[in-house]
């Protein structure tokens, strides 16, 4: 038995030996299958590298149809809200008789509100002032020597006959 346990110590022991140049040989054999293994990984960075580009433009593209469409929708909504003032404004300013262009505001209770303050203002205030005359064309009083001082004759001869008065 101890022959048996010597012999294996000694098959354990006992290490291999490479040379140089059977060392290079397994080492470089390594390489080349690692290599071999790889050798399409220049033409895949190139394609991955196209179709990210490729995939970034259309993303863009993409990106900038979605952000016009947002603007679009946001300027219709904008016209929509402007468009259903303007019809709020006018139905109250038929049923109030107040010009719609005097109502400002969005909501039904502010427009109504504003019309009747506005319709209880113009109602307040006298339209035509209090005048002698009622508002009657006057001609203006003259005498005889600015009458005589036209230089026009048809026109002298008119204001004699409107002031025949002050000739007799």
């Known amino acids: 038995m101890n022959e048996t346990v010597n012999q294996d110590t000694t098959m354990d022991t006992s290490e291999k030996t490479f040379t ?10 390594r390489l080349k299958r690692e290599r071999a293994k790889y050798s399409d990984y220049e033409d895949l960075k190139t394609k991955a590298a196209a179709f990210d580009a ?4 259309s993303k863009s593209d993409l990106q900038k149809a979605n952000e016009r469409a947002d603007a679009l929708q946001a300027e219709l909504d904008a016209m929509k809200r402007a468009r259903q003032e303007q019809e709020l404004r006018d139905r109250i ?45 006057r001609i203006p ?3 005889k020597a600015d009458i005589l001082a036209i230089k026009d004759e048809r026109e002298r001869l008119q204001a004699i006959r409107d002031h025949i008065d002050l000739f007799q």
């Open 20 to 29: 140089q140049a059977e060392l290079d040989a397994i080492v470089g054999d």
């Open 54 to 57: 490729a995939e970034e433009a």
């Open 93 to 137: 300013s038929q049923e109030t008789g107040v010009p719609a262009n005097l109502l400002r505001g969005t909501s039904e209770e502010d427009l109504r509100a504003q019309a009747e303050a506005i319709k209880g203002f113009a109602q307040t205030t006298n339209k035509y002032p209090n005048v002698r005359d009622a508002g009657e064309a």
């Open 141 to 143: 009083a003259a005498n």
